[in-house]
């Protein structure tokens, strides 16, 4: 049964790579091809395909091994505000930023930066997007999905190498991205964005089932210490009823706690302020930083709405992904809870004594539907396939910023067919420094945490800056390079000087000083930089962006209508786990 199960999983895997390259050779397309072919899929993707696109370029082992891991640890349903609070950003994204750069008709983000700043903006945008999607989400990508696969194979000898399956998914993902580019990463999204749902669903009703079955006595010992459940109120009751018992207690009396694992209730959105990840001051600034960067700055997922047939085309996409959004956390988080209330002892190192709960959604896999092969090569093949999705979209937005930003800029380069080969290379240089740097990153801790916490030095600076480049036509072009540059100092000084000189003078709230705090911060001082130019230095002549007269930019009032809907359901949500 192992070996019918590998031959489904290799077979749908293959199959779908070579339909995404087979759908890239547009029968139309006879001539050579062009950049905007290969790196924007000829500006011809309908809202299906961006909206799964964007799915499945963003839901990957960073979610299913990493907010699923967060999930089982002390975080639990919080973990879940970095999928619903992007719902509302990709709202947003669809009304204010996506007309924007449709207008400017840009084949990258940094490429604003340099119409409305000036090159260096662009410079210092373009080199750190770059070596953040090759050593930091791509590698992360690549040991992730092969932490994943691994794990799940722990037997059987090479697959269950950490280092050997990085390399195998890096060249899996690069096959088909250097010969298909952005279109074949749509189409091969379109199918893994809806197979991951389905198989997340599969993963969550087993576990469902599992703990409606498994003896109250082993479970009672997984519960949160708040929580007043008894052996007696677990007997006899649902799936549904046991998880809200041991994470949430008999009448919600388990609230939510600071402390290791255990401590407090796990179905709540609002964590103490003390909290160290998510306290609930980063709700109201320090998580709105990430999300609208990621959603509507980050080249490889803006790269796909750029690609967009039409203004409408995009904006009904992005409103489809955001309910896409809202599913899931129930497909993602509340298995990662549950994988700690079914199987808190595979998770344990017996090594260090110590658990490693980025194990939580592969033990989930390989306990409940592994001995299921009809049905275990789906769910993998869907797991790994958005490995490769997600991966993929990388590399290819990793070669479009270093081909369109980089070569072409100080080349001078404008021949297409030379473009596209540049872009090949890259994609070849940057999967093979990405797959040497993977298996390294089996020394951190968590891996979300890891990628969130880089993402610090980013994304502050760079949001402000777009912010001024959208609503300011009079700041200083210099302020693009100065904005930027001014948050990753501020970053850095709050992460290992000022804010542990705050903590240990107890002027803080806590004993620790939460990410998303500094990000909100050090995006207040470069919002405050950038007042203070525009008024001390304004341009005497407003900027005039260039303008793309090729694409219909009419805005989509069917997106307008359910965009509300996805606002008032993300309203719910949180009422509902708040």
């Not at 750069?101 to 210092?124: C, H, M, N, Q, W």
């Not at 980063?282 to 999300?291: E, F, R, T």
């Not at 549950?338 to 595979?346: E, I, M, T």
């Not at 090949?424 to 089996?442: D, Y």
């Amino acid at each position: 049964m192992l070996f019918l199960e590998v031959f489904l999983f290799i077979g749908a895997v293959v199959g779908v790579i070579a339909l995404g390259i087979w759908k890239s050779r547009d029968k139309e397309k006879k001539v050579g091809g062009s950049a905007s072919d290969y790196f924007l899929a000829g500006r011809g993707l309908t809202w299906w395909l961006v909206g799964f696109s964007l799915i499945a370029a963003n839901i990957s082992t960073e979610q299913f091994v990493g907010m699923s891991g967060s999930a089982a640890n002390w975080l639990g349903m919080a973990i879940a505000s970095y999928e619903w609070m992007a719902a509302l950003t990709l709202v947003v994204v669809a009304f204010w930023f996506l007309p924007k750069f449709l207008k400017a008709g840009l084949y990258t983000i940094p490429e604003f930066l340099e119409y409305r700043f000036d090159s260096v903006a662009r410079l210092a945008m373009a080199i750190p997007a770059i070596v953040t999607m090759v050593f930091v989400a791509t590698s992360s990508v690549i040991f992730s999905g092969a932490k994943f696969v691994s794990e799940y194979y722990n037997d059987v000898p090479v697959i269950n190498s950490l280092t050997a399956m990085c390399w195998l998914i890096a060249a899996f993902a690069a096959v088909y991205v250097f010969i298909g580019g952005l279109k074949a990463c749509a189409w091969t999204d379109l199918i893994w964005g809806v197979a991951l749902v389905l198989g997340g669903v599969v993963v969550m009703v087993f576990a469902f089932n599992m703990l409606a079955e498994k003896p109250a006595e082993e479970l009672i010992l997984t519960k949160v210490h708040n929580s007043e459940a008894t052996v007696q109120d677990l007997e006899g009751a649902s799936g549904w009823e046991r998880f809200m018992l041991l994470n949430d207690g008999v009448d919600g009396e388990a609230v939510a706690k600071n402390g290791p694992n255990g401590s407090g209730g796990k179905v709540h959105m609002i964590r103490p302020k003390e909290d160290s990840d998510i306290p609930w001051t980063a709700l109201l600034i320090g998580l709105w930083i990430p999300n609208f960067f990621y959603w509507g700055l980050n080249q490889y997922i803006v790269q796909r709405t750029l690609g967009s047939k039409s203004l409408a085309e995009g904006q009904k996409g992005i409103v489809f992904a955001a309910f896409l959004k809202l599913i899931i956390p129930f497909v993602v988080v509340i298995p990662g809870i549950l994988a700690y209330n079914l199987f808190s002892g595979d998770l344990l190192n017996p090594t260090t004594g110590e658990y490693d709960y980025d194990k939580a959604f592969p033990v989930l896999v390989r306990n409940l539907v592994r001995p299921t092969p009809w049905i275990s090569w789906f769910v993998l093949a869907a797991l790994c396939g958005a490995v490769i999705s997600s991966l993929a979209s990388m590399l290819n937005s990793a070669s479009t910023i270093a081909t369109m930003d980089l070569y072409a800029k100080f080349s001078g380069e404008k021949d297409p067919n030379k473009l596209v080969k540049v872009g090949r290379i890259f994609v070849i240089l940057f999967v093979i420094m990405a797959a040497f740097t993977a298996p390294f990153l089996n020394d951190l801790g968590s891996i979300f945490s890891y990628i969130q916490e880089f993402q610090g030095f980013i994304s502050p600076g760079l949001l402000a800056v777009f912010i001024f480049g959208f609503f300011s036509p009079r700041t200083p072009r210099y302020f693009g390079a100065v904005g930027i540059a001014t948050n990753v100092v501020a970053y850095a000084a709050f992460k290992w000087l000022l804010g542990p000189w705050l903590v240990s003078n107890g002027w803080w709230y806590s004993d620790s000083m939460a990410f998303l705090d500094r990000m909100a911060i050090c995006f207040f001082i470069v919002i405050v930089t950038g007042a203070i130019l525009t008024v001390v230095s304004p341009l005497q002549q407003k900027v005039v962006m260039p303008e793309n007269k090729e694409i219909a930019l009419e805005t989509s009032p069917i997106a307008k209508f359910w965009g509300g809907v996805v606002v008032a359901a993300t309203i719910a949500l949180y009422a509902v786990f708040w």
